[in-house]
Every structure is written in C-alpha cells, then in structure tokens.
C-alpha cells in the first residue's frame, strides 16, 4: 500500500530549449575556436510541482537542435516514471542498449540525470549537496581562459589573481613551442611564484611531440598538463606520462565511468577531471568520484560550474572547481566566487534558475 503521507513523486513532463549565448571572451584552444556558447536548457517537471533544471553544453551550434530532440525523445518516455535517479539511469541504460550511450545520446541522458536529482532535491527542500550526504563549504576554483596570447592572457590573469584566485589555467599549443614558452613566461611573471598556473593542451600535439614540449615547460612551475595529446590514445597518454615529470591530467572527454576505468587501467593520467555532462550526470560523477578514490586520484571538474559545486564538495579526492562561465547571461542567479573559491547555493536543489528574458532573446528556435 502506497504512503499516503509521502506519496510517490512522478515524472510529469520533460521540456528542453535551445539558447546560444554571447561570451565575453571566445574560447580559442589549439584544435578551434568557441566563439559562442550553444545551450540546452532543460526542465524536468514533477506532480508535486518540483521542478527540476539542467544545461547542457553542445560545443557547436550545428548540435542544438539535435541534442535537443534527444532529450525532448527520451523525457517523452519517462512520463509517469518515479523520480528515483538511480532508477531512471538504469531504465536509460536499456532503452539505449543497441544505439549505444554515447555522444547525443549521453549527454542528453545526463541532461535528464542532472535535472532529475535538481528536481528531488527541490522536493526535499534541501541543496543538491545536503540531498548527498554532504555540506555546503567552499570549493576552491582556477580561472580557466584561452588561447589567449600574451597580451590578454596578462590582463586576464591579473584580474584572476586579484579576485582571490589561487589557479589559473591558460590554453597552449601555439605553432611553435618557442611561442608556447612566450605565453607561459610571461603568465608567470604576471601571477608570481604562489599562484598555480596550469597549461591545456586540447589534444593538440602527437606523443613525442607532447613529450619534447612537456620537458621544456618543467622549468616553468606548472602544476599540471591536460590531454597532451588524443584523449581516446590512453596508451599514448601513458607514455608521455612515463617520460615527463609534470602531473599529466584528463577526463573531460571520458564519456562514462567505464571510460575513465579504463583510462586508469592503463595509467593515462595523474589528476582526473570528469565533466559532469560527458560522464553522465550526478549518477555518472557519483560513481567516477569512487573510481578516483581508489586510487588516490585529486579530482577536479570541467565547466559546468554550477551543479560541479555542489559535485565536488561530496567527492572524496575533491581538487578544484572549473569557473568557465558559460551560462550566466540565461541564469536568474548565476554561481558567485568568492577569494577564489565557491559555496553552493543554500537554495534547495542546484539553484539554477533561468533568466526568461535573457531566454527569449538568446532562444534558437527549431526550423
């Protein structure tokens, strides 16, 4: 016989929309530019009224529309279903079984995942990390920025220092490694000795080419070298981290936690750091926080600053938050930093909102 006093909590509906939105500085890596950021806002109703939100973060503008579908598909056979995350990742998983939970298909099932423990966290009336077993305290960050070159990888990074930052991360790769010590020099002069200063390389450089860059920046005080080089080449990963002696640091491409497993089976990586959409939602980063404490790995996040608070504040090896913001102009009460670290928000589930106004005037609508 059903509870009466706490009857079960039922899917509703599930709605997403497309937004494109201006960034104050495009993303320039060494493999391409994001010169805007194409989003997937999701919302996850419930028939007690909880609503749960989601971003999703599509890279391009050319997989909006169809990542979108995906979720509006997906959500359309979870009607009536138990807001009961674990549950709706295992009914996922089988219905996905032939087409396989990967690309769209994940990030969209993550999507759904994320929205899901926002909208039960609502229901509680509890933040996302209190719902989790844990409690809201701040999560030191770096300020992630791009290619930048010198010039405005300068100002960029003393601004960084000056709000409280502890960590900055600049994207490397330039034509020439003279170039790339250019840019890495002339950070560290501006940041001094106690500011961490990590490189990212996108995937941008073959194995031996990664280890002759990598040898020469070991003079130059970096804390840590993300995807040198393929990120599915976790072999190559593992020689280049054999041959260099700065941590070699991965994951934000692992889609799922079996992925990740298999990466530190083959000893790719000496820091992880799992993005919260690619490795499947609050349920996937659940299970990969596990994978990094077994093997006393510090687990950092990638972008999704939002719900990755709440996320690493419950993570056993928690390293540092990602602050990439990609989402603030459509959020009604973005993620705020403080002396370089952020605290979740004391509002019941994520505290993401949407800005309706701002949503409307960024909204790419289906053709």
Same mark, same amino acid.
């Given at each position: ?6 009857? %079960?909590?039922?899917?509703?509906? /599930? ?12 993303? @320039?890596? =060494? ?12 919302? &996850?109703?419930?028939?007690?009224? =909880? ?12 997989? $909006? ?8 598909? &997906?959500?359309?056979?979870?009607? *009536? ?9 295992? !009914? !996922?998983?089988? #219905? ?40 809201? #305290? ?8 791009? +290619? ?7 100002? #960029? ?26 840019? /890495? ?12 200063? !990590? ?17 020469? $920046? %070991?003079? %130059? ?8 080089? $393929? ?9 280049? @981290? ?9 994951? %934000? ?10 990466? &530190? ?11 919260? +959409?690619?490795?499947?939602? /609050? ?16 687990? =950092? =996040? ?9 996320? &690493? ?10 602050? +990439?913001? $990609? ?23 994520? *505290? ?16």
């Amino acid at each position: 016989m059903k509870n009466e006093v706490n009857p %079960e909590i039922l899917i509703s509906e /599930v709605q997403a929309r497309s937004v494109n939105v201006p960034l104050e500085h495009p993303v @320039r890596t =060494s493999v391409g530019v994001i010169a805007t950021s194409p989003l997937v806002l999701i919302d &996850l109703q419930a028939n007690d009224g =909880s609503v749960g939100r989601a971003i999703l973060f599509t890279y391009t503008p050319a997989a $909006l529309e169809a990542t979108r579908q995906m979720v509006m598909s &997906l959500g359309e056979g979870l009607k *009536g279903q138990p807001l009961a995350p674990f549950e709706l990742d295992r !009914l !996922l998983a089988q #219905r996905l079984r032939l087409l396989g939970r990967t690309g769209i298909a994940q990030m969209a099932c993550a999507g759904i995942d994320m929205a899901a423990w926002d909208a039960l966290a609502v229901a509680r009336k509890l933040p996302l990390v209190e719902l989790l077993g844990g409690s809201r #305290r701040p999560i030191p960050a770096y300020d992630s920025h791009g +290619m930048d070159g010198v010039e405005l990888g300068v100002e #960029r990074a003393k601004r960084a220092v000056a709000q409280g930052f502890g960590a900055i991360k600049t994207k490397v790769g330039y034509a020439t490694l003279a170039e790339d010590l250019r840019v /890495v020099r002339a950070l560290r002069q501006s940041i001094g000795a106690d500011t961490h200063l !990590l490189v990212d390389y996108n995937q941008g450089l073959s194995v031996p080419e990664a280890v002759r860059r990598i040898h020469a $920046l %070991e003079g %130059e005080g970096i804390s840590w070298v993300e995807e040198p080089t $393929l990120q599915e080449d976790y072999a190559g990963h593992a020689r280049i @981290r054999e041959k260099v002696r700065l941590p070699i640091q991965m994951g %934000e491409n692992w889609c799922g936690p079996g992925e990740m497993a298999k990466a &530190l089976e083959a000893g790719a990586c000496d820091l992880v750091m799992p993005d919260a +959409m690619k490795i499947g939602g /609050v349920t996937g980063w659940l299970r990969a926080a596990a994978l990094a404490q077994a093997r006393g790995l510090p687990m =950092s =996040s990638h972008i999704f600053q939002e719900v990755s608070v709440h996320l &690493l504040a419950v993570t056993p090896t928690s390293h540092l938050l990602e602050r +990439m913001d $990609l989402a603030s102009p459509v959020l009604a009460q973005p993620l705020t930093f403080e002396n370089g670290t952020a605290i979740a928000p004391e509002r019941p589930g994520t *505290g993401i909102a949407w800005n309706e106004d701002a949503v409307r005037r960024f909204e790419v609508k289906a053709r």
